[in-house]
């Protein structure tokens, strides 16, 4: 293992000696090219050279920055070579560097770190040393379908700053060691990681935006998943969130017109939809989705074909609403000018906006604020143009109680279950007003269940459901006959 100061001026780094290496800053040259055990030092000792690359390099560390005659400011290109780095890398801020190659960080050991330097890097980087850890800070990729893909059994990477690899077509691979990301914003097209072999992604409290369709895909075993309190933003139109049955943090769906397409039984801290024009979301059939924060919807319409099962939905203190597939609608309506109006309820405060003037309505979705609960409407009374002027009290409204049927109902069906020997777990997912009835949903979970089975629980259902008008109507999502799980969801009607 040496020291390699290069003091070749503008010239090609490559396999032949010549006088391009020196043993110290601005040293007598003629010294043996670097190897992966030669720390290389490019200093101002190098002068203001133009280095680029004629074959694949090797190192143990790249240094711009600490060699004796300060801070190199010449340019390094790359080119098309493979850059194979065994230790650390420094880059300084008044370099300039590119090349559309591969660097290669094959380091085995600890403590190595990666400075940018605020560079931006024209090629891909991959980190391939087994064993090998790595702190990283700010990284920005102008390549259009740059990658960043950590693939070395035991290998360990930590970013620190910001990555920004914003190209849809730019990917984050892991498949193979593990990625952990810190406080940080990561823009990217991609981010997958498939197979078989051990791996971790810890995504921290980062802030992730996804620019491409598809583009968060983690499937596969012998993965370690932290969501940690990180957000996941997807800004295309068509988005498929592929969590594989994942514990996630924040995800956010924004975006135009397109199917949002949720697959694996997840859970979530928050999820919202927040497209700029009307999106779809549907749910892969037998899957369950559980939000145990905010469940929010703006412009997004669930697909009743491909029912969600089981989403609480939580009240927020803003205009946007879980559907009313799930929820008792509620219209507040104003007859003289306000500019806005809100409601407590149960001490939750949300606002209301006017939305045309005189003679306006405005219809929310209040069933799980739970039933019976007293609603206090404030309307706001204006004196000029934009005073929001003083809130007066103008009504109170009592949210219907519309469980106490279906409970009734619950219960008939649990019984009659269990009387003809069926295991299962009878809940109701919600209620929505139809005219002047109620349409409540039922889902059955069956363990272990068969053809006979299914059709033994619509019997046993349609019968406790005698007397309940319109039609009783069932939808089974699972998988094919005779796996664990079955869901069966039931719609009925009553008065």
């Given amino acids: 293992m040496a020291n390699r100061y290069w003091v070749g001026g503008t010239e090609t780094w490559n396999a032949t000696v010549g006088t391009k290496w020196a043993l110290t800053s601005g040293g007598v040259g003629g010294q043996a090219v670097p190897t992966s055990s030669d720390d290389v030092f490019i200093d101002n000792f190098s002068g203001a050279s133009v280095i680029t690359a004629g074959a694949a390099l090797n190192c143990l560390s790249l240094n711009f920055a600490d060699g004796t005659g300060g801070a190199f400011v010449g340019t390094f290109a790359g080119a098309a070579q493979a850059i194979n780095i065994y230790g650390s890398l420094k880059l300084t801020a008044g370099m300039t560097i590119s090349g559309t190659g591969l660097m290669g960080f094959r380091s085995t050991a600890a403590g190595r770190t990666i400075d940018w330097a605020g560079k931006t890097w024209t090629g891909d980087i991959t980190f391939l040393g087994a064993a090998g850890e790595w702190s990283m800070n700010a990284y920005t990729a102008t390549k259009a379908s740059s990658t960043f893909t950590v693939n070395a059994v035991g290998a360990a990477v930590t970013v620190t700053g910001n990555i ?15 990625l952990t990301l810190g406080a940080i914003t990561v823009a990217v097209g991609y981010v997958t990681g498939s197979g078989a072999v051990a791996r971790g992604l810890d995504l921290g409290s980062a802030v992730i935006t996804i620019a491409a369709a598809s583009g968060f895909v ?33 995800v956010e769906c924004q975006g135009g017109v397109g199917l949002i397409t949720i697959s694996g039984s997840n859970t979530f801290h928050n999820f919202k939809v927040n497209p700029t024009t009307t999106k779809t979301v549907t749910i892969t059939a037998g899957e369950e989705q559980t939000i145990t924060g905010v469940c929010e919807y703006n412009g997004a319409t669930w697909d009743i074909t491909k029912l969600p099962v089981g989403i609480p939905i939580t009240a927020q203190a803003s205009d946007n609403y879980a559907p009313s597939l799930y929820t008792t609608q509620i219209t507040i309506s104003c007859t003289a000018t306000a500019d806005a109006a809100f409601a407590t309820i149960n001490g939750i ?3 209301l906006p ?5 003679n306006w309505s405005k219809t929310i979705h209040a069933g799980y604020f739970g039933a019976g609960a007293a609603m206090t409407i404030y309307f706001t009374a204006t004196t000029t143009a934009g005073d929001s002027g003083v809130a007066t009290a103008a009504s109170t409204i009592t949210i219907p109680v519309i469980v106490a049927k279906s409970n009734v109902l619950l219960t008939e069906i649990t019984a009659s279950l269990t009387g003809a020997g069926i295991t299962a777990t009878v809940s109701l997912m919600g209620e929505e007003v139809i005219g002047s009835q109620i349409r409540s949903l039922i889902k059955v979970l069956v363990v272990g269940y068969s053809v006979t089975t299914i059709d033994a629980i619509r019997t046993t259902v349609g019968a406790s459901a005698a007397g309940w008008s319109g039609t009783v109507t069932s939808t089974e999502y699972a998988a094919p006959y005779g796996t664990v799980n079955s869901v069966v969801i039931f719609k009925m009607l009553h008065s």
């Fill in 354 to 358: 006017n939305v045309g003037g005189n």
């Fill in 218 to 250: 983690i499937t596969g075993t012998n993965l370690t998943f932290a969501a940690g309190t990180s957000s996941i933003v997807f800004t295309a139109a068509a988005q498929g969130l592929h969590f594989a049955s994942h514990t996630m943090y924040d």
């Fill in 164 to 178: 920004n690899m914003s190209s849809l077509s730019s990917t984050i691979i892991v498949t193979s060691g593990s």
């Fill in 349 to 351: 405060t949300i606002s």
